[in-house]
Protein backbone atom coordinates (compact mmCIF):
# COMPACT_ATOMS: atom_id res chain seq x y z
CA UNK A 1 0.00 0.00 0.00
CA UNK A 2 1.54 3.52 -1.22
CA UNK A 3 0.52 5.51 2.14
CA UNK A 4 2.22 8.69 0.90
CA UNK A 5 -0.31 8.68 -2.04
CA UNK A 6 -3.62 7.48 -0.22
CA UNK A 7 -3.50 9.95 2.81
CA UNK A 8 -3.45 13.47 0.27
CA UNK A 9 -6.62 11.79 -0.91
CA UNK A 10 -8.06 11.04 1.98
CA UNK A 11 -7.80 14.20 3.50
CA UNK A 12 -8.55 16.12 0.71
CA UNK A 13 -11.89 13.97 0.25
CA UNK A 14 -12.39 14.29 4.40
CA UNK A 15 -11.95 18.43 3.64
CA UNK A 16 -14.47 18.29 0.64
CA UNK A 17 -16.99 16.45 2.54
CA UNK A 18 -17.01 18.67 5.73
CA UNK A 19 -17.17 21.92 2.93
CA UNK A 20 -20.47 19.92 1.51
CA UNK A 21 -21.99 18.90 5.41
CA UNK A 22 -21.13 22.80 6.44
CA UNK A 23 -23.77 24.07 3.74
CA UNK A 24 -26.26 21.95 4.80
CA UNK A 25 -25.48 22.57 8.70
CA UNK A 26 -25.70 26.66 8.56
CA UNK A 27 -28.92 26.27 5.77
CA UNK A 28 -31.98 27.30 7.65
CA UNK A 29 -33.35 24.21 7.81
CA UNK A 30 -33.05 20.13 6.87
CA UNK A 31 -34.87 16.80 6.07
CA UNK A 32 -34.39 14.58 8.81
CA UNK A 33 -35.16 10.60 8.32
CA UNK A 34 -35.32 7.62 10.17
CA UNK A 35 -33.14 4.40 8.65
CA UNK A 36 -34.63 0.55 9.01
CA UNK A 37 -32.62 0.51 12.54
CA UNK A 38 -34.12 3.67 13.74
CA UNK A 39 -31.13 5.84 13.41
CA UNK A 40 -31.45 9.45 11.64
CA UNK A 41 -30.04 10.57 8.61
CA UNK A 42 -29.98 13.58 6.63
CA UNK A 43 -29.30 14.91 3.79
CA UNK A 44 -25.82 15.88 4.76
CA UNK A 45 -25.04 12.19 5.44
CA UNK A 46 -25.86 11.30 1.66
CA UNK A 47 -24.45 14.00 -0.17
CA UNK A 48 -21.00 13.33 1.99
CA UNK A 49 -21.40 9.97 1.43
CA UNK A 50 -21.42 10.15 -2.23
CA UNK A 51 -18.53 12.61 -2.21
CA UNK A 52 -16.14 10.02 -0.34
CA UNK A 53 -17.33 6.94 -2.01
CA UNK A 54 -16.36 8.29 -5.70
CA UNK A 55 -13.71 9.71 -4.93
CA UNK A 56 -12.11 6.85 -2.82
CA UNK A 57 -13.26 4.54 -5.99
CA UNK A 58 -11.66 6.74 -8.55
CA UNK A 59 -8.38 6.70 -6.70
CA UNK A 60 -8.50 3.31 -5.37
CA UNK A 61 -10.19 0.84 -7.66
CA UNK A 62 -8.65 -1.99 -6.54
CA UNK A 63 -9.30 -1.47 -2.51
CA UNK A 64 -12.61 -2.92 -1.00
CA UNK A 65 -14.84 0.07 0.46
CA UNK A 66 -17.07 -0.09 3.02
CA UNK A 67 -19.58 3.44 3.65
CA UNK A 68 -22.35 3.57 6.40
CA UNK A 69 -24.94 4.82 4.10
CA UNK A 70 -24.60 1.83 1.32
CA UNK A 71 -25.67 -1.15 2.75
CA UNK A 72 -24.90 -3.01 0.12
CA UNK A 73 -20.93 -2.22 1.02
CA UNK A 74 -21.89 -4.15 4.40
CA UNK A 75 -21.29 -7.63 2.79
CA UNK A 76 -17.34 -6.49 1.97
CA UNK A 77 -15.32 -9.30 3.12
CA UNK A 78 -11.47 -8.59 2.47
CA UNK A 79 -7.95 -8.14 4.46
CA UNK A 80 -7.64 -4.55 2.85
CA UNK A 81 -10.56 -2.40 2.76
CA UNK A 82 -11.34 1.69 3.39
CA UNK A 83 -14.43 2.52 5.95
CA UNK A 84 -16.02 5.48 5.83
CA UNK A 85 -18.76 7.02 8.53
CA UNK A 86 -19.34 10.17 6.21
CA UNK A 87 -20.73 11.90 9.00
CA UNK A 88 -20.45 10.55 12.46
CA UNK A 89 -22.48 12.49 15.10
CA UNK A 90 -25.88 12.48 13.26
CA UNK A 91 -27.44 13.31 16.53
CA UNK A 92 -25.26 16.57 17.07
CA UNK A 93 -25.53 17.81 14.11
CA UNK A 94 -29.08 17.69 14.12
CA UNK A 95 -28.94 19.59 17.49
CA UNK A 96 -26.45 21.84 15.78
CA UNK A 97 -23.68 20.72 18.49
CA UNK A 98 -21.11 20.86 16.13
CA UNK A 99 -19.37 17.78 17.64
CA UNK A 100 -19.88 16.11 14.23
CA UNK A 101 -17.12 14.00 12.37
CA UNK A 102 -16.28 12.89 8.81
CA UNK A 103 -14.47 9.66 9.16
CA UNK A 104 -11.99 7.52 6.63
CA UNK A 105 -9.87 4.63 7.45
CA UNK A 106 -8.30 2.03 6.23
CA UNK A 107 -8.21 -1.25 7.94
CA UNK A 108 -4.99 -3.72 7.02
CA UNK A 109 -5.52 -7.78 8.10
CA UNK A 110 -7.88 -6.42 10.78
CA UNK A 111 -5.96 -3.50 12.41
CA UNK A 112 -6.58 0.09 11.50
CA UNK A 113 -3.58 1.47 9.91
CA UNK A 114 -4.51 5.27 8.45
CA UNK A 115 -7.32 7.34 9.12
CA UNK A 116 -8.88 10.61 8.94
CA UNK A 117 -11.24 12.25 11.22
CA UNK A 118 -12.52 16.12 10.51
CA UNK A 119 -14.60 18.07 12.47
CA UNK A 120 -15.86 20.99 10.56
CA UNK A 121 -17.83 22.69 12.81
CA UNK A 122 -14.84 22.70 15.70
CA UNK A 123 -12.31 23.10 12.81
CA UNK A 124 -10.22 20.51 13.93
CA UNK A 125 -8.22 17.70 12.11
CA UNK A 126 -6.54 14.94 12.90
CA UNK A 127 -5.03 12.38 10.43
CA UNK A 128 -2.09 9.81 10.45
CA UNK A 129 1.00 10.92 7.92
CA UNK A 130 2.20 8.32 5.46
CA UNK A 131 4.35 6.63 7.99
CA UNK A 132 2.09 6.23 10.52
CA UNK A 133 2.66 9.11 13.22
CA UNK A 134 -1.16 11.05 14.12
CA UNK A 135 -0.71 15.22 13.32
CA UNK A 136 -3.33 17.32 14.21
CA UNK A 137 -3.60 20.10 11.17
CA UNK A 138 -3.91 23.84 12.40
CA UNK A 139 -6.33 25.02 9.14
CA UNK A 140 -6.75 26.50 7.07
CA UNK A 141 -8.06 23.09 5.86
CA UNK A 142 -7.52 23.67 1.73
CA UNK A 143 -7.98 20.15 0.22
CA UNK A 144 -5.32 20.80 -1.93
CA UNK A 145 -2.64 22.12 0.39
CA UNK A 146 -1.86 20.53 3.28
CA UNK A 147 -1.69 23.26 6.51
CA UNK A 148 0.27 23.74 9.40
CA UNK A 149 0.52 20.47 11.68
CA UNK A 150 1.59 19.62 15.11
CA UNK A 151 2.67 16.33 16.04
CA UNK A 152 0.29 14.45 19.11
CA UNK A 153 0.42 11.94 21.86
CA UNK A 154 -0.80 10.75 24.10
CA UNK A 155 -0.82 11.89 27.73
CA UNK A 156 1.41 10.21 30.82
CA UNK A 157 -1.64 9.66 33.10
CA UNK A 158 -1.77 10.41 36.12
CA UNK A 159 -4.08 7.05 37.96
CA UNK A 160 -4.88 9.32 40.92
CA UNK A 161 -5.99 12.00 38.73
CA UNK A 162 -7.69 10.49 35.04
CA UNK A 163 -9.18 12.87 32.25
CA UNK A 164 -11.98 11.09 31.07
CA UNK A 165 -14.05 11.72 28.23
CA UNK A 166 -17.35 9.71 27.50
CA UNK A 167 -20.20 9.91 24.87
CA UNK A 168 -22.52 13.21 24.95
CA UNK A 169 -25.88 11.17 23.25
CA UNK A 170 -25.21 7.92 24.85
CA UNK A 171 -24.40 8.12 28.35
CA UNK A 172 -26.11 5.77 30.81
CA UNK A 173 -25.65 3.80 33.90
CA UNK A 174 -23.42 1.45 33.01
CA UNK A 175 -21.06 3.43 31.77
CA UNK A 176 -21.26 6.05 34.76
CA UNK A 177 -20.31 3.21 37.17
CA UNK A 178 -17.73 1.77 35.22
CA UNK A 179 -15.94 5.26 35.28
CA UNK A 180 -16.74 5.48 39.01
CA UNK A 181 -14.03 2.52 39.56
CA UNK A 182 -11.50 5.34 38.71
CA UNK A 183 -10.06 8.21 40.50
CA UNK A 184 -11.09 10.86 38.00
CA UNK A 185 -9.82 14.69 38.24
CA UNK A 186 -12.35 16.14 35.73
CA UNK A 187 -14.77 14.17 33.41
CA UNK A 188 -16.31 15.67 30.14
CA UNK A 189 -18.35 14.73 26.95
CA UNK A 190 -18.12 14.68 23.57
CA UNK A 191 -19.23 13.75 20.47
CA UNK A 192 -18.57 11.34 17.67
CA UNK A 193 -14.87 10.10 17.19
CA UNK A 194 -13.65 13.08 18.40
CA UNK A 195 -13.22 11.19 21.77
CA UNK A 196 -10.72 9.11 20.40
CA UNK A 197 -8.69 12.14 19.23
CA UNK A 198 -8.86 14.11 22.65
CA UNK A 199 -7.23 11.13 23.76
CA UNK A 200 -4.67 10.77 20.92
CA UNK A 201 -3.76 14.73 22.01
CA UNK A 202 -3.23 14.08 25.85
CA UNK A 203 -6.78 16.43 26.75
CA UNK A 204 -8.33 12.88 27.55
CA UNK A 205 -6.56 9.59 29.33
CA UNK A 206 -9.66 6.90 28.70
CA UNK A 207 -12.45 6.95 26.96
CA UNK A 208 -15.13 3.40 27.71
CA UNK A 209 -17.68 3.08 25.23
CA UNK A 210 -20.38 0.73 26.75
CA UNK A 211 -22.84 1.01 24.17
CA UNK A 212 -23.53 0.07 20.67
CA UNK A 213 -20.68 0.83 17.74
CA UNK A 214 -20.02 -0.02 14.33
CA UNK A 215 -16.73 -0.34 12.33
CA UNK A 216 -17.60 3.03 10.56
CA UNK A 217 -17.88 4.97 14.01
CA UNK A 218 -14.86 3.71 15.41
CA UNK A 219 -11.59 2.80 12.50
CA UNK A 220 -10.51 6.85 11.39
CA UNK A 221 -10.50 7.46 15.65
CA UNK A 222 -8.37 4.82 16.43
CA UNK A 223 -6.20 4.73 13.75
CA UNK A 224 -5.77 8.33 14.79
CA UNK A 225 -5.20 7.12 19.13
CA UNK A 226 -2.80 4.37 17.51
CA UNK A 227 -0.44 6.90 16.03
CA UNK A 228 -0.31 8.77 18.88
CA UNK A 229 0.87 5.51 20.39
CA UNK A 230 -2.72 4.73 22.12
CA UNK A 231 -4.85 2.16 22.59
CA UNK A 232 -8.29 0.46 21.68
CA UNK A 233 -9.04 -3.09 23.48
CA UNK A 234 -12.38 -5.19 23.83
CA UNK A 235 -14.53 -4.51 27.68
CA UNK A 236 -15.05 -7.68 28.12
CA UNK A 237 -11.26 -9.29 28.12
CA UNK A 238 -9.00 -6.21 27.10
CA UNK A 239 -7.79 -7.44 23.95
CA UNK A 240 -7.05 -5.27 20.61
CA UNK A 241 -10.36 -4.45 19.07
CA UNK A 242 -10.09 -6.47 15.80
CA UNK A 243 -12.07 -5.31 12.57
CA UNK A 244 -13.09 -6.96 9.41
CA UNK A 245 -16.04 -8.34 11.53
CA UNK A 246 -19.35 -10.37 10.00
CA UNK A 247 -21.90 -7.21 10.42
CA UNK A 248 -18.76 -4.92 11.29
CA UNK A 249 -20.48 -4.34 14.90
CA UNK A 250 -18.28 -3.50 17.65
CA UNK A 251 -18.36 -5.03 21.03
CA UNK A 252 -18.01 -2.47 24.58
CA UNK A 253 -14.42 -1.12 24.13
CA UNK A 254 -12.22 1.11 25.94
CA UNK A 255 -9.74 3.61 24.45
CA UNK A 256 -7.05 4.56 26.58
CA UNK A 257 -3.40 5.92 27.20
CA UNK A 258 -0.85 3.51 27.89
CA UNK A 259 0.13 4.09 31.75
CA UNK A 260 -3.60 3.78 32.72
CA UNK A 261 -4.91 1.13 35.12
CA UNK A 262 -7.34 -0.35 33.87
CA UNK A 263 -10.07 -2.00 35.71
CA UNK A 264 -11.74 -4.90 35.25
CA UNK A 265 -15.16 -4.59 33.77
Known amino acids: MNYSEMMPVLRRLAIEAGDRIMQIYNSAEFDVKLKSDESPVTAADEAADA ?12 VALVTEEQSDSHEVTADVFLIVDPLDGT ?12 NIALVEEGVPTRGVVYAPAKERMFYTDSVGHSVEE ?24 LL ?13 DYIGKYACADMRSAGSSLKFCL ?23 HAVLAGAGGRVVRFDDH ?27
Open 51 to 62: LIAEGLREAFPD
Open 91 to 102: KEFIHRRGDFTV
Open 138 to 161: IGPFDPDTPGETRKIRVSEPDNDA
Open 164 to 176: VVASKSHRDKATD
Open 199 to 221: VATGEADLYPRLGRTMEWDTAAG
Open 239 to 265: TPLAYGKAGFANPFFIAYAPGVDLQNS
